[in-house]
């Protein structure tokens, strides 16, 4: 019954930026931890960035500096933004999100993913 929708994906210059939104909808009672994950062609996923509901941030190597999540607990929405692009960060980005629902079930939910390209 919980849903992930990610948004905000699409084609960007190298050098440019570009800001993923994710939504989480429905029987939620707490959001504990939230994060960016990326799947390039051929390559395993990876995480990329996560957001703990106390504040903690932690970013893969490669993106420091250049991403930044963010949260909005009471629209229970995490973003992504990512400066600076680079044509290796192609990929599908992942939502995802660790989810107690209204019933108590803890688990992790994801979202279907938004397509970045990035040109050279």
């Known amino acids: 019954q919980v849903q992930l929708v990610e948004s905000g994906g699409g084609l960007v210059q190298a050098g440019g930026s570009l800001r993923l939104s994710c939504a989480a909808s429905g029987s939620i009672f707490r959001i504990n931890a939230m994060g960016w994950y990326r799947q390039a062609p051929g390559k395993q996923r990876e995480l990329v960035a996560t957001f703990a509901t106390g504040g903690g941030r932690n970013y893969a190597e490669s993106v420091k500096g250049r991403f930044t999540i963010s949260r909005d607990n009471v629209k229970n929405m995490v973003y992504l933004q990512m400066n600076t692009l680079k044509p290796e960060g192609a990929a599908v980005y992942y939502c995802?999100?660790?989810?107690?629902?209204?019933?108590?079930?803890?688990?992790?939910?994801w979202g279907k993913g938004t397509l970045v390209t990035v040109s050279s």
């Open positions: 995802s999100a660790y989810i107690a629902t209204s019933d108590y079930r803890i688990m992790d939910y």
